[in-house]
């Protein structure tokens, strides 16, 4: 099986990051193909970077698709992927969406911890998005600068696992997520720490991939998710274009 980790950021060394924690956690003969975004910015924390994360999600995909079993959209907040589901065929996983679904197997309400204030406003249009408003307890933002994006799970390691310890206590938390791309591997390394469960969120998409796959469901040819009519488009990139126009069946 090869799953697609495509990480709609340009933060190589996140990319790897996730990479590694996710070939761990992946069953054996799964292999994970990283792919990082060629342009746009190093980490996704706004509306408007979600926006230009998701069209660069579906140019890449438009490349890769072919190639792989299923794709794993690796940035908490899923930029792009109600509308991959609806352009390709193949199954395509949230890292958020993932993550929050495993939570909500472990417990009631699941709690959101990250790294940076500008993710919150994001984050929460995201749980409600994906019909979990009322499964989640809170979110919780640091409100401290970091040094390296690539770094910032270590660095911030003790403040973020205080932040955990006091949410779960305060909002009344079955379930931990540690959210953002870069917080990869942190719930592996903190889990002895904080009294609930928490949910790490590449393995989570990593996992939820690997049983989409195995369920072998079929691409919808009805409903809101069938692959659109073809329709001519000017300006796009090549493998896009031509899925747009239906010219790579």
């Known amino acids: 099986m090869k799953l697609l980790l495509l990480n709609p950021n340009t933060s190589t060394p996140v990319t790897q990051l996730m990479t590694e ?6 069953a054996p003969g799964t292999e994970l193909i990283p792919c990082t975004a060629p342009r746009g910015v190093p980490y996704i924390a706004t509306r408007t970077e979600a926006q ?21 959209i690796a940035a908490f907040g899923d930029p792009g992927l109600f509308a991959a589901r609806e352009t390709f065929d193949i199954p395509v996983i949230g890292l958020a969406e993932a993550a929050m679904l495993s939570a909500c197997m472990a417990g009631r309400r699941f709690a959101i911890v990250t790294f940076a204030q500008a993710l919150g406003p994001w984050y929460e249009e995201c749980v409600r998005d994906h019909g979990l408003r ?14 390296a994006i690539s770094d910032v799970g270590g660095e911030k390691e003790d403040v973020l696992v205080e932040l955990a310890q006091r949410t779960i206590i305060e909002d009344e938390a079955d379930v931990l ?9 942190l719930a592996e390394r903190v889990a002895d720490r904080i009294p609930v469960p928490v949910v790490d969120q590449v393995v989570a998409a990593v996992k939820q991939a690997e049983a989409v796959v195995a369920l072998r469901l079929r ?10 009519a073809a329709k001519p488009t000017i300006g796009l990139a090549d493998a896009l274009a031509a899925r747009l126009e239906r010219r790579d069946s």
């Open 219 to 228: 691409k919808a040819t009805a409903g809101t998710f069938r692959r659109p």
């Open 134 to 147: 009322e499964r989640c307890a809170s979110i919780r933002m640091l409100d401290t600068p970091f040094q």
């Open 21 to 26: 924690v996710g070939q761990r956690a992946a």
């Open 177 to 185: 997520i540690f959210a953002g791309a870069p917080l990869s591997g």
């Open 52 to 72: 230009i994360g998701g069209a660069i999600v579906l140019e890449m995909l438009a490349e890769q698709h072919r190639k792989v079993d299923a794709a794993i």
